[in-house]
T-cell receptor
C-alpha cells in the first residue's frame, strides 16, 4: 500500500525551513527518503529503521514515529540545491528489499 | 566504482509489441529492483530479484516479467504493450542483505508506446 506524502508541493525561499510528512496505514519496518532532481535518477537521503537506527545524510534530519507509522523529513536553512521531488518509501517486510514509494513532494527553493 | 547502468536509454514502440530492458547493477550488488515512474503515480514497485530469484513482486499484470542472471544483471520484459505502459523504468541495486539498504538507481529507460 502506497504511503501518503504531504504536502504535494511547496515553494520556499532560500534559508527557509520545510517539513515533509509521510504516513502509512500499516506497521513499518523502515522508512526511506530519496530526492529526485528533474531528469535525474532518485538519490538516497536517509533510512530510518524501527528501533531508532538511522543511516544517511548528515545535513538532513528525519524522524520516525513507529506507533503512528509516520515519518517526517526536516529541511532546514534550505538551499537552491534542495529543489527536487522528495519520495518517501516504506518497507513493511524487513529482511527483504521491497520499498513502496509515495507519489512525492515537489519542493522548489527560490532565491 | 561504476554506477548502475540501464540500456537502452530511450525506446519507442507501438501497441502490441514487446520490449526488453536491461540493467547492470553496481559490482557486488546482488539485489535488483525495478520501478515504473509516471507523472502523478510516483515510483511504483514492479519486482525485485536477488541471486537470480524473484523475492518480491508489485501489483502489475503478468505482461510484466523479469529475470536475473548469475552475474546479477537483470532484464525486464513487457509483452503486448499498451499506451499506458509509457513511462520511465528505473532499476535500482543494493547489496541485498536485509530491508534496510540504500538503493542506487540507474538513469532509467524512457519507454514511449505509440
Amino acid at each position: 500500500q502506497q504511503p501518503v506524502q504531504s504536502p504535494q508541493a511547496v515553494i520556499l525561499r532560500e534559508g527557509e525551513d520545510a517539513v515533509i510528512n509521510c504516513s502509512s496505514s500499516k506497521a513499518l519496518y523502515s522508512v526511506h527518503w530519496y530526492r529526485q532532481k528533474h531528469g535525474e535518477a532518485p538519490v538516497f537521503l536517509m533510512i530510518l529503521l524501527k528501533g531508532g537506527e538511522q543511516k544517511g545524510h548528515d545535513k538532513i534530519s528525519a524522524s520516525f514515529n513507529e506507533k503512528k507509522q509516520q515519518s517526517s523529513l526536516y529541511l532546514t536553512a534550505s538551499q537552491l540545491s534542495y529543489s527536487g521531488t522528495y519520495f518517501c518509501g516504506t518497507d513493511l517486510l524487513g529482511g527483504y528489499q521491497k520499498v513502496t514509494f509515495g507519489t512525492g513532494t515537489k519542493l522548489q527553493v527560490i532565491p | 566504482k561504476a554506477g548502475v547502468t540501464q540500456t537502452p536509454r530511450y525506446l519507442i514502440k507501438t501497441r502490441g509489441q514487446q520490449v526488453t530492458l536491461s540493467c547492470s547493477p553496481i559490482s557486488g550488488h546482488r539485489s535488483v529492483s525495478w520501478y515504473q515512474q509516471t507523472p502523478g503515480q510516483g515510483l511504483q514497485f514492479l519486482f525485485e530479484y536477488f541471486s537470480e530469484t524473484q523475492r518480491n513482486k508489485g501489483n502489475f499484470p503478468g505482461r510484466f516479467s523479469g529475470r536475473q542472471f548469475s552475474n546479477s544483471r537483470s532484464e525486464m520484459n513487457v509483452s503486448t504493450l499498451e499506451l499506458g505502459d509509457s513511462a520511465l523504468y528505473l532499476c535500482a541495486s543494493t547489496v541485498g542483505q536485509g530491508g534496510y539498504n540504500e538503493q542506487f538507481f540507474g538513469p532509467g529507460t524512457r519507454l514511449t508506446v505509440l
